[in-house]
T-cell receptor, first 115, second 107 residues
Framework: GAVVSQHPSRVICKSGTSVKIECRSL??????MFWYRQFPKQSLMLMAT?????????EQGVEKDKFLINHASLTLSTLTVTSAHPEDSSFYIC???????????FGDGTRLSIL | QKEVEQNSGPLSVPEGAIASLNCTYS??????FFWYRQYSGKSPELIMS????GDKEDGRFTAQLNKASQYVSLLIRDSQPSDSATYLC???????FGKGTMLLVSP
């Protein structure tokens, strides 16, 4: 069964809306979680590394004020897309490893469509 | 900079054939290697992990690792149309991903 749960699976909303996506590790504690974005027919792009109890680490070119990440507990990280616009429409996926040198487990992804 | 290279494909094979997917990586200190399968519109799912040199078999899948050559491969025996997907190679738990190889298995 799933070990990482991501919600919601799909969001359709108007431009200017802020959207929150949740990522939960179900049966393990994750001090680190990862957020990815994938545009159609393109590869996964790492957006940021979410660190429990401290600030997220953003990849170059990702606006930290646009994509707010909160990792308030060992089992939950949230990504908030603030004031979303059509160009933010994409497939957002989170992942978490069970431990050092262990594989990542991915959530089912969130398809975000901004009208 | 840590890099993982994969041929983007598509790799086309007939049903029942062996599909061979290859990946090279730049970080000699890498300890763990993973293959993921991603169907269109879905998130990646882990299919194989390999940590030591040699072959590791799981059903129709065999992962091969050669650390000296910095090379990891995935063989899919008796390929099925349902195997058609993009296969992502990943190195270490920080997940440096390759861009993926699209596999097309024709009936």
């Amino acid at each position: 069964g799933a070990v990482v749960s991501q919600h919601p699976s799909r969001v359709i909303c108007k431009s200017g809306t802020s959207v929150k996506i949740e990522c939960r590790s179900l049966d393990f504690q994750a001090t680190t979680m990862f957020w990815y974005r994938q545009f159609p027919k393109q590869s996964l792009m790492l957006m940021a590394t979410s660190n429990e109890g401290s600030k997220a680490t953003y990849e170059q070119g990702v606006e930290k004020d646009k994509f707010l990440i909160n990792h308030a507990s060992l089992t939950l990280s949230t990504l908030t897309v603030t004031s979303a616009h059509p160009e933010d429409s994409s497939f957002y996926i989170c992942s978490a490893p069970r431990g050092s040198n262990q594989p990542q487990h991915f959530g089912d992804g969130t398809r975000l469509s901004i009208l | 900079q840590k890099e993982v290279e994969q041929n983007s494909g598509p790799l086309s094979v007939p049903e029942g054939a062996i599909a061979s997917l290859n990946c090279t990586y730049s970080d000699r200190g890498s300890q763990s290697f993973f293959w993921y399968r991603q169907y269109s519109g879905k998130s990646p799912e882990l299919i194989m992990s390999i940590y030591s040199n040699g072959d590791k078999e799981d059903g129709r899948f065999t992962a091969q690792l050669n650390k000296a050559s910095q090379y990891v491969s995935l063989l899919i025996r008796d390929s099925q149309p349902s195997d058609s997907a993009t296969y992502l190679c990943a190195v270490t738990s920080t997940l440096t991903f390759g861009k993926g190889t699209m596999l097309l298995v024709s009936p």
